[in-house]
């Protein structure tokens, strides 16, 4: 498992593997006027990769591709980082339907977190899912975050306004580290 900046190498994996996942991310993803196919090719990396290497250089982004087994296999971004007395950011992935159940979005997920927590300073990561994503909030909570509340109709996702719950995860909530809580979880 490797976290690594989006590279400029990954556009045709990450074409390839978007594509190759439309039914299993869709469901999940914001709402786009724009076919899925012409939302998820070259130029459309191309201008995600230097958007999201902007707002990470300037402190409000921190954009992660996951590499697993050597292959681009997702991604995680903890974003809309505030800083100041909040510094805080929400976090957000997706992984690659072929490696699911193996433990690699959680694995991805909590080395994002103890770097957000740890070099990034922040103090509180949020990460809203919708109710019926069972998977991705069994992620989260094997992960020591906590549901905080209901937002109705909080995000445009697969054509309409859907709910989420919100979870959060504080810095001090895990003595040691989010990767030694998902070391304790892991299947032996």
Do not use: K
Not at 101 to 124: I, M, N, T, Y
């Amino acid at each position: 498992m490797e976290l690594h900046p989006l590279r400029r190498a990954d556009a045709r994996e990450w074409v390839r593997l978007r594509l190759e996942n439309e039914a299993w991310l869709r469901p999940w993803e914001p709402s786009a006027p724009v076919a899925w196919a012409d939302r998820h090719t070259p130029t459309t990396y191309r201008a995600m990769r230097r958007a999201a290497g902007g707002r990470a250089r300037i402190g409000v982004s921190l954009p992660f591709a996951v590499h697993y087994e050597g292959r681009l296999a997702g991604q995680v971004t903890v974003d809309n980082i505030v800083r100041g007395a909040m510094r805080s950011g929400h976090l957000g992935y997706w992984i690659d339907r072929a490696v699911a159940g193996r433990g690699v979005a959680s694995l991805a997920v909590a080395l994002a977190c103890d770097h957000a927590f740890g070099p990034a300073g922040l103090h509180r990561l949020q990460a809203d899912i919708r109710p019926e994503n069972r998977s991705s909030r069994r992620l989260v909570e094997r992960l020591g975050f906590r549901p905080e509340g209901l937002f109705r109709d909080y995000l445009d996702i697969d054509g309409a306004w859907r709910d989420h719950v919100a979870y959060a995860l504080l810095a001090d909530d895990l003595p040691d580290s989010v990767l030694a809580r998902w070391r304790n979880r892991a299947p032996r």
